[in-house]
């Protein structure tokens, strides 16, 4: 089992919708969850995280996360054309020098 | 303007060859980090520096070498050890090795016939 699972996609939806995108996780030992968003042939840029469980809230973006389920969520609202791009989840464990732990990525497409 | 630069952007190698990926990065970050991206996987980190002079294997090592001469600068050496080397490769850097805020270059898209 892979530490970190995450639908590949692609996900297409049309402009305006609500977006989820989701992470889960094996390693209970997980402290900060991130969400990165890398557009076509870029590098990934941080969007959000969070430390431990909970909610997030940053303009349209909101990240959650459940420890209990080990699942992680990012929501997108009223997407725009401009949110195409792969989102990928990263995760890291709380004690320091360890490394990042990241999925493999969703493709995401707002259609106009 | 901070940042991380990679060079070149496309990298076009015969079999057999080594290579080298340039990364600098100006945001006085101790912690750098170099990654491999493939389709449909999530980044897999080759190796890491916490400080200069110093460094680390990640989960991919083989096949790969790296120097930290210069707190600014963290190349990469892919050897003809490497077995499979076309793939994206991502170099990265964060304030420190406990900072979950990593800064990414644009990458360099390696291809090896």
């Known amino acids: 089992q892979k530490e970190v699972e995450q639908d590949p996609g692609p996900l297409s939806v049309p402009e305006g919708a609500i977006v989820s995108l989701n992470c889960t996780y094996s390693n209970s030992a997980f402290q900060y969850f991130m969400w990165y968003r890398q557009y076509s042939r870029k590098g990934p840029e941080l969007l959000m995280y969070?430390?431990?469980?909970g909610n997030k809230e940053d303009g349209r973006f909101t990240a959650q996360v459940d420890k209990s389920s080990k699942y992680i969520s990012l929501f997108i609202r009223d997407s725009q054309p401009s949110d195409s791009a792969t989102y990928l989840c990263?995760?890291?464990?709380?004690?320091?020098?360890?490394?990042?732990?990241f999925g493999p990525g969703t493709r995401l497409s707002v259609l106009p | 303007d901070g940042g991380i630069t990679q060079s070149p952007k496309y990298l076009f190698r015969k079999e057999g060859q080594n290579v080298t990926l340039s990364c600098e990065q100006n945001l006085n970050h101790d912690a750098m980090y170099w990654y491999r991206q493939d389709p449909g996987q999530g980044l897999r980190l080759i190796y890491y520096?916490?400080?200069?002079?110093?460094?680390q294997k990640g989960d991919i090592a083989e096949g790969y070498s790296v120097s930290r001469e210069k707190k600014e600068s963290f190349p990469l050496t892919v050897t003809s050890a490497q077995k499979n080397p076309t793939a994206f490769y991502l170099c990265a850097s964060s304030l420190d090795r406990g900072a979950y805020e990593q800064y990414f270059g644009p990458g360099t898209r390696l291809t090896v016939t």
């Open positions: 520096s916490q400080i200069v002079n110093d460094f």
């Open positions: 969070t430390y431990s469980s």
């Open positions: 990263a995760m890291l464990r709380s004690d320091y020098g360890q490394n990042f732990v």
